[in-house]
């Protein structure tokens, strides 16, 4: 079996039809999880979502779910994949995920300056997806230099 690094450089899995890359990708996503291999696992997850590979990230996330589904013989411990500032092709992500955008959990926090005042505070929503164990988060940080920004991330959770 080829490296993901290998896989990655091919650019195979731009094609949601190559079903081959996929299960590759599948089993590359198999040998990572039980190696234990977050990071890798990470900057798996947030390729196929930077380079907008919906389907292979379909793919990835039903590999990692399937894992969690295995309960007590689970491998994986919690973990969170930062995503960045922006996700290409939004709407197809959150499409992919099937993200419920009734926010489960949400949660504030707040950035102090020097003299006790506010600077800063960020809004953190939490939103389910079809996967039992993924969540997608948002935070928005909203300050008083108009320095406004959003960041993303998913939360594996057992």
């Not at 939004?90 to 955008?101: K, P």
């Not at 948002?138 to 960041?151: A, C, G, L, P, Q």
Request: aromatic share 12%.
């Amino acid at each position: 079996m080829r490296t993901l690094e290998e896989l990655l450089k091919e650019n195979r899995l731009k094609d949601p039809e190559d079903i081959d890359a996929l299960v590759e990708l599948a089993e590359i996503t198999g040998l990572l999880i039980q190696k234990e291999q977050y990071e890798d696992l990470e900057r798996l997850i947030r390729d196929t979502v930077g380079n907008e590979y919906y389907e292979a990230l379909s793919w990835v996330l039903a590999a990692v779910q399937e894992e969690f589904d295995r309960q007590d013989q689970c491998r994986l411990r919690d973990f969170t994949c930062f995503l960045g500032g922006s996700v290409a092709d939004y709407s197809e992500f959150i499409r992919r995920l099937q993200v419920d955008l009734r926010a489960v959990d949400s949660d504030v926090r707040t950035v102090l300056g020097k003299d006790g005042e506010v600077q800063s505070f960020f809004n953190i929503l939490i939103y389910r997806t079809a996967y039992r164990n993924i969540f997608l988060v948002t935070e928005e940080n909203f300050d008083t230099k108009d320095n406004d920004f959003i960041r993303y991330e998913l939360r594996f959770k057992r």
